[in-house]
Nanobody, 126 residues
Framework: QVQLAESGGGSVQSGGSLRLSCAVS????????MGWFRQDLGKEREGVAAIDSNGRTSYGDSVKSRFTISLDNAKNMLYLQIDRLAPEDTAMYYC????????????????????WGQGTQVTVSS
């Protein structure tokens, strides 16, 4: 059974940094793409970053210069480094995985496709 578990969220001041982690277990597919998503109250869930098994990455336009996605295959961990946090980054952050070997596909995942974690809350104060 595939399971994803996020951690690393918290309350930070504007301008700070966070590194979110996602522990992946039970993966049984040869290929994959994995991504980070966020959703704030009253807003749609949006893909912010994704990576695939070939190392290709994809980022949302609004976060491209501040977010960095990375993968540690040896530890089965996915990370999201977030720098220069701003109040508009406040949201629940989710990690997700899919067997497709294309980061662009992961950026468009919906909760009914792929595998999802429960989320970790990031709150940024000004």
């Amino acid at each position: 059974q595939v399971q994803l578990a996020e951690s690393g969220g918290g309350s930070v001041q504007s301008g700070g940094s966070l590194r979110l982690s996602c522990a992946v277990s039970g993966w049984r597919y040869v290929s994959y793409c994995m991504g980070w998503f966020r959703q704030d109250l009253g807003k749609e869930r949006e893909g912010v970053a994704a990576i695939d098994s070939n190392g290709r990455t994809s980022y949302g336009d609004s976060v491209k210069s501040r977010f960095t996605i990375s993968l540690d295959n040896a530890k089965n961990m996915l990370y999201l480094q977030i720098d220069r946090l701003a109040p508009e980054d406040t949201a629940m952050y989710y990690c997700a995985a899919h067997p497709a070997d294309a980061a662009d596909i992961c950026m468009k995942l919906t909760p009914t496709r792929g595998f999802w974690g429960q989320g970790t809350q990031v709150t940024v104060s000004s």
